[in-house]
């Protein structure tokens, strides 16, 4: 996959060879305060593949104190990738420059051919939703 990274940007890297998710890192420096978000411009611009799309996720270590991020990149994008920081905690939380802020995952997708139709196949569940399984 190509990628581009603007001044001050940081490549995108795997932990570990294994790894699902390329970690993105943050340029700057900034503060996510209680029950609100923050974009942050990681500077990283990638050419995704046709037929994959690029999930922005959340780290599980910043999940664990409340900060998530959660984003879609279609492959035909390549802006670069700005990550939306949520903070659902009760106190305020330090980003620092060179920080990992969040994962870009690829996964193949499909597109197949939308039909409208005037009615759906009947299935098993039909339209129970919500609590409909049970606990």
Same mark, same amino acid.
């Given at each position: +996959?190509?990628? +581009?990274?603007?001044? &001050?940007?940081? +490549?995108?890297?795997?932990?570990?060879?294994?790894?699902? &998710?390329?970690?993105?890192?943050?340029?700057?420096?900034?503060?996510?305060?209680?029950f609100e978000h923050c974009v942050i411009d990681t500077g990283v611009h990638?050419?995704?593949?046709?037929?994959?799309?690029?999930?922005?996720?959340? =780290?599980?270590?910043? +999940?664990?104190?409340?900060?998530?991020?959660?984003?879609?990149?279609?492959?035909?994008?390549? &802006?670069?990738? =700005?990550?939306? !920081?949520y903070n659902h905690g009760a106190e305020g939380y330090g980003i620092h420059?060179?920080?990992?802020?969040?994962? !870009?995952?690829?996964?193949?997708?499909?597109?197949?051919?939308?039909?409208?139709?005037?009615? !759906?196949?009947?299935?098993?569940?039909?339209?129970? &939703?919500?609590g409909s399984t049970g606990r």
């Amino acid at each position: +996959m190509k990628i +581009m990274i603007d001044q &001050g940007g940081f +490549m995108p890297e795997r932990a570990h060879d294994t790894d699902a &998710g390329l970690d993105l890192r943050s340029p700057v420096s900034t503060w996510v305060h209680p029950f609100e978000h923050c974009v942050i411009d990681t500077g990283v611009h990638v050419a995704i593949p046709a037929g994959y799309v690029g999930l922005i996720t959340s =780290k599980s270590g910043l +999940m664990a104190k409340g900060i998530t991020c959660r984003g879609t990149i279609d492959s035909g994008y390549t &802006g670069s990738i =700005k990550a939306v !920081l949520y903070n659902h905690g009760a106190e305020g939380y330090g980003i620092h420059r060179y920080d990992k802020i969040c994962q !870009l995952v690829l996964l193949p997708i499909i597109t197949p051919e939308l039909e409208v139709v005037d009615t !759906l196949d009947e299935t098993e569940r039909g339209e129970n &939703g919500f609590g409909s399984t049970g606990r």
